[in-house]
């Protein structure tokens, strides 16, 4: 069965520091993979998703992310973390039938900035 | 701003009563998503609709009903509501997969 895996439950970086988040996946196949933010009090918002093609992909705020198929990991990074960045990061893959309307999240990773 | 907008923000019920949360979105997204979110557990997918006039259910719909009413509202109803559905639900939209979330509904029953 596809799941998702978030090793980290909570991280925190000083500000100005890089950022790696990890996400582990299992799935049958290439799969979808996503990661969505959410601020304190607010809904999920789409950051980045993976589709095929190039390994390495560009969102939104200055984040990007790496897939590994060896390692079954999509990993999200940042350069700089600014203050703003203090939120919860979930990794998401899709669930039965390969249907990304269907997707599984991860149980997230708290993000503090350190001032 | 466009969006998805839900409401109630918050709700108190008592155990048996029932209640509709409704959502909004004027994104013109044809898949609309219900998802409860618990500590330490992510997002469950309740049900969604990938379409006007058609929906499924998804991880956890035991308990209760949908309605998709047009391209743009998507309800969400409890008929009898119980303790173990004290939540906060969030609504969705997008094309393909979620992209868009309202900001929730904090949902207590006692």
């Known amino acids: 069965a596809q799941s998702v895996t978030q090793p980290d439950i909570h991280i925190t970086v000083s500000e100005g520091a890089s950022l790696e988040l990890r996400c582990n996946y299992s799935?049958?196949?290439?799969?979808?993979l996503f990661w969505y933010v959410q601020s304190p009090g607010q809904g999920l918002q789409l950051l980045l998703k993976?589709?095929?093609?190039?390994?390495l992909v560009q969102g939104i705020k200055g984040f990007e992310a790496e897939f590994k198929r060896s390692q079954s990991s999509f990993t999200l990074r940042k350069p700089s973390v600014h203050w703003s960045d203090a939120a919860e990061y979930f990794c998401?893959?899709?669930?039965?039938?390969?249907?990304?309307?269907?997707?599984?999240f991860g149980s997230g990773t708290r993000l503090s900035i350190r001032p | 701003n466009a969006g998805v907008t839900q409401t109630p923000k918050f709700q108190v019920l008592k155990t048996g009563q029932s209640m509709t949360l409704q959502c909004a979105q004027d994104?013109?997204?044809?898949?609309m998503y219900w998802y409860r979110q618990d500590p330490g557990m992510g997002l469950r997918l309740i049900y969604y609709?990938?379409?006007?006039?058609?929906?499924d259910k998804g991880e956890v719909p035991n308990g209760y009903n949908v309605s998709r009413l047009n391209k743009r509202e998507f309800s969400l109803r409890l008929e009898s509501a119980a303790p173990s559905q004290t939540s906060v639900y969030f609504c969705?939209?997008?094309?393909?997969?979620?992209?868009?979330f309202g900001d929730g509904t904090r949902l207590s029953i006692l």
């Open positions: 969705a939209s997008g094309v393909g997969q979620p992209q868009h």
């Open positions: 799935y049958g196949a290439t799969p979808y």
């Open positions: 993976y589709f095929s093609g190039d390994t």
């Open positions: 998401a893959v899709p669930g039965a039938y390969s249907s990304a309307s269907k997707i599984i």
């Open positions: 994104m013109n997204h044809n898949s």
């Open positions: 609709s990938a379409s006007e006039g058609t929906t």
